[in-house]
Nanobody, 121 residues
Framework: QVQLVESGGDSAHPGGSLRLSCVASTHTFTDYTMGWYRQSPGKLREFVAAINWYGDKTNYADAVKDRVTLSRDDAKNTVYLQITGLKPEDTAVYYC??????????????WGQGTQVTVSS
C-alpha cells in the first residue's frame, strides 16, 4: 500500500499561483508515474497532469498545459504541481495519484485524500 498526502491547496485570486505537493510513503517512488487529477462538485474527476518514473516526460491536460509545471523530487518522494495564472475554473479538489504505467489513462493504483484549491475574486 502506498499512501499519498497532498498539501498546498489554498484560496487564491485569479492570476495568482499555487504549488501543490504530494508526498508518497514508499521506498519505490521511482517505480510510479505520478499524476494529478481534480474534481469539482457534481463533476467527474478529470486528469490534470502526469510525470513519468524518471521525470523526463510529462503530460498535461489542455485546460492547464500552458499554466502548470510538474516536477518530482525522488529524494523526497515528492511530486509538485505548480499552477500559475489561476482561473476560477481551476477551483476543485486536487488529487495525487500513483500509477505503474505511463500511457494515458494511467490507471492509477493509489490516490491521495485531496487538497482544495479555490480561486475567486
Amino acid at each position: 500500500q502506498v499512501q499519498l498526502v497532498e498539501s498546498g491547496g489554498d484560496s487564491a485570486h485569479p492570476g495568482g499561483s499555487l504549488r501543490l505537493s504530494c508526498v508518497a510513503s514508499t521506498h519505490t517512488f521511482t517505480d510510479y508515474t505520478m499524476g494529478w487529477y481534480r474534481q469539482s462538485p457534481g463533476k467527474l474527476r478529470e486528469f490534470v497532469a502526469a510525470i513519468n518514473w524518471y521525470g523526463d516526460k510529462t503530460n498535461y491536460a489542455d485546460a492547464v498545459k500552458d499554466r502548470v509545471t510538474l516536477s518530482r523530487d525522488d529524494a523526497k518522494n515528492t511530486v509538485y504541481l505548480q499552477i500559475t495564472g489561476l482561473k476560477p475554473e481551476d477551483t476543485a479538489v486536487y488529487y495525487c495519484s500513483a500509477s505503474t504505467r505511463w500511457d494515458y489513462p494511467y490507471q492509477p493504483r493509489y490516490w491521495g485524500q485531496g487538497t482544495q484549491v479555490t480561486v475567486s475574486s
